[in-house]
């Protein structure tokens, strides 16, 4: 029965809305516009906050970071020795697990010296895979926390000094599940033999996941190696030192204490010189938080501006059609005919809307891919807005639209 009724009010609602075109085609362009930009901000900060949640499969709860810089004078063979003394006495820390030194680590940041290709074949005419890599060592997969899926560890004689200005030859490399599946769909990769653009390298094993020093990239996201090799560098060194103590500031002001024993051959900021992995992620995602914080803050800000639109016309018809209103209760309408009125009446606006601002939506979207590292947007976003939108609507009207139920019959006739 309110079905058929609903149907029969379809006429006299199109009439009306026919008699206030800019109105209803400021709504209209209201609700549009913020499906378009909503769609697009929501799935910007789903992107976001799936982006910077991601795990970098290491032990972070109890990992930390000390940024070693070396004084001037010391020379490559000088810096080594400083590298293998400072591991053998951070190792034997209190509450120290293992610890090893790299030129890089999980979501610390750009440098030149983290980033190169791999190819199968030295004479491969594609587009080589683009890999970040980690100087590593036999502790490197106890620190991290991480496990062989497959392969062995590195030896200690393995382990080269290398410069950043020196060839990087390995003999064998680890590499993680993510990066031997990509090279090798076949699943046969351990074994088999890479190409650097230094030289051949063979993968002797394969660890279940590591992020790499990378953050924003999603080019090689998870597609990490280790290479067995000391980073010597005049501007310094990472120690990642993994603790057994829930509580880390003991272990590492112990750590710090240890190593300024050696004093005079380097140099260790105040500031930012010790972070745990907590605040590497924090540092390193500040400013997709706050993406997401701004992008979530625009969507709620869009929806209350169309819901105040939606208010505002309402009440504003609901006041100019006082006489229609008092006439129909006259002859019979009962409250729950005005208030099905008034909201059919703004399904329907609301409806226009969400066709134009789908079609918005997704051409926006096509638009951002081609500027930011943004997926397509899927097909489920615009009507899941769509509900949201019609549902913000009902509560939007149901306000006037009560209003003039409520209103006597003579009074309303009376009033005009």
Aim: with cysteine; glycine share 8%; hydrophobic share 50%.
């Amino acid at each position: 029965m309110a079905l058929s009724r609903t149907f029969i009010q379809l006429r006299p609602i199109l009439a009306a809305l026919g008699r206030h075109k800019a109105a209803t085609a400021l709504i209209v362009l209201q609700v549009a516009l913020t499906l378009a930009v909503a769609s697009n901000a929501l799935l910007i900060v789903v992107t976001r906050v799936v982006h910077f949640s991601r795990p970098t499969g290491t032990d972070e709860a109890h990992l930390f970071v000390v940024r070693n810089g070396w004084t001037m004078g010391q020379n490559a063979t000088e810096i080594d020795a400083n590298i293998r003394a400072d591991l053998q006495t951070l190792r034997q820390v209190p509450g120290v697990r293992d610890a090893f030194s790299s030129q890089g680590f999980p979501l610390g940041g750009y440098s030149a010296n983290i980033v190169t290709h791999l190819k199968l074949d030295p004479e491969q005419k594609t587009d080589a895979q683009l890999v970040t890599y980690l100087a590593s060592d036999e502790h490197t997969i106890d620190t991290f926390g991480i496990s062989l899926v497959a392969g062995r560890n590195f030896r200690p004689d393995e382990i080269v000094a290398i410069g950043p200005n020196d060839k990087m030859d390995p003999p064998g490399i680890i590499v993680t599940r993510g990066l031997a599946d990509k090279l090798f769909p076949d699943g046969s990769a351990l074994g088999k033999t890479v190409y650097f653009p230094e030289g051949p390298a063979a993968i002797i094993g394969i660890v279940a996941k590591l992020q790499g020093p990378l953050r924003h990239s999603r080019i090689a996201d998870g597609f990490t190696v280790l290479v067995p090799m000391h980073f010597v560098d005049l501007a310094g060194v990472n120690y990642l030192v993994r603790t057994d103590a829930t509580n880390m500031q003991p272990v590492i002001a112990a750590a710090l204490k240890a190593l300024q024993s050696r004093a005079g051959t380097r140099i260790i900021a105040a500031k930012d010189g010790v972070m745990t992995m907590a605040q590497v992620r924090e540092h390193s995602y500040a400013d997709e938080h706050s993406v997401a914080m701004l992008m979530s803050l625009v969507c709620a800000l869009l929806l209350l501006a169309t819901a105040g639109g939606i208010v505002g016309l309402s009440s504003f018809w609901v006041s100019q059609r006082r006489r229609q209103i008092g006439v129909r209760r006259s002859l019979g309408a009962t409250t729950g005919d005005i208030l099905r009125y008034f909201h059919v009446e703004n399904f329907l606006i609301v409806s226009g809307g969400i066709v134009l601002g789908a079609v918005l939506a997704l051409f926006a979207n096509l638009g951002l891919m081609q500027v930011y590292e943004l997926p397509r947007m899927p097909l489920y976003v615009p009507p899941l807005g769509a509900l949201l939108l019609w549902l913000l609507g009902q509560l939007a009207v149901w306000g006037p639209a009560r209003y003039a139920a409520k209103v006597p019959p003579v009074v309303a006739i009376r009033s005009e």
